[in-house]
């Protein structure tokens, strides 16, 4: 059997054992003899409460779904309640980061990687490192070695495009056993990446390249918005944003750019 066969066979056992769970859930709220206030009342009980989701994860599932269920059931049978792969992909992926977030919340220490591994046994697979810090971010769940919540430096968003950008350089990988950084540029209202570029050197050099394409491209913004770093206080940088009308400022030493 292939990669991709044996993929679309877990995609659709995955599928029976959704169709399974919802056939334990609704087959006796679709019982025909059932008056239509009884079936009411007991859907409304099966919404309000959390289940034992197809991957062990406590789930709920709203009233309207419930009554979607029922009627698949009645008019198809269990065939009907068996959702498409493309549905199953979605929720099984969504189960995979419930399970990340509650194993996030029950021990703040634990890092994406150890959560992947968990995650990894439980399900026989698991979201990747990167998939789930920027989950984490987005619950609130990253927090410092110590188990403290990191500090909070606010946000803000500039009014329209090309009010502010925002240009840091990050690391990237070794090519070739030498270092490599991307300048990056983006527009802080809309946070499209206006301008980026690859190289070796962390210099003013490379950052006028990335700069020269975002204004090629994207035309003059009234505010660059940097950090401290030496590539972003040289006087050629100045020299670039007062030729072309460019407001030059800097964050504060010791403190992220706050792109929000």
């Known amino acids: 059997m292939t990669t991709f066969d044996d993929e679309l066979a877990k995609r659709a056992q995955r599928a029976r054992d959704v169709a399974l769970f919802r056939y334990a859930l609704v087959r006796q709220a679709a019982d025909p003899g059932l008056s239509k206030r009884d079936r009411g009342e007991l859907v409304r009980q099966l919404a309000s409460v959390e289940h034992a989701g197809p991957s062990g994860t406590p789930v709920r599932v709203s009233r309207p779904t419930l009554d979607r269920w029922v009627r698949a059931w009645q008019v198809g049978g269990f065939d009907a309640l068996v959702p498409s792969p493309r549905e199953v992909t979605a929720r099984v992926g969504a189960d995979a980061l419930e399970l990340a977030a509650a194993l996030k919340r029950e021990n703040p220490r634990r890092t994406a990687v150890q959560v992947a591994a968990i995650v990894a046994r439980h399900l026989g697979w698991a979201p990747s490192v990167r998939t789930l810090q920027r989950h984490f971010v987005r619950l609130e769940l990253t927090t410092r070695p110590d188990g403290r919540a990191p500090a909070a430096f606010g946000r803000f968003e500039a009014e329209a495009p090309n009010r502010r950008w925002v240009a840091d350089a ?3 990988p070794k090519v070739a056993g030498r270092n490599s950084y991307l300048f990056g540029i983006i527009d802080d209202h809309s946070r499209l990446a206006v301008g980026y570029r690859w190289s070796h050197s962390e210099d ?6 990335a700069l020269r394409k975002a204004v090629a491209s994207r035309g003059v913004p009234s505010t660059l918005y940097v950090d401290n770093g030496a590539a972003f206080v ?5 020299r670039a944003c007062a030729v072309l009308g460019i407001r030059l400022t800097h964050s504060r030493p010791g403190r992220p750019l706050l792109t929000g």
Do not use: K, W
């Not at 003013?204 to 390249?209: D, F, G, N, V, Y």
């Open 170 to 172: 990050l690391h990237g």
């Open 204 to 209: 003013t050099l490379r950052l006028e390249a």
């Open 234 to 238: 040289s006087r050629q940088l100045l």
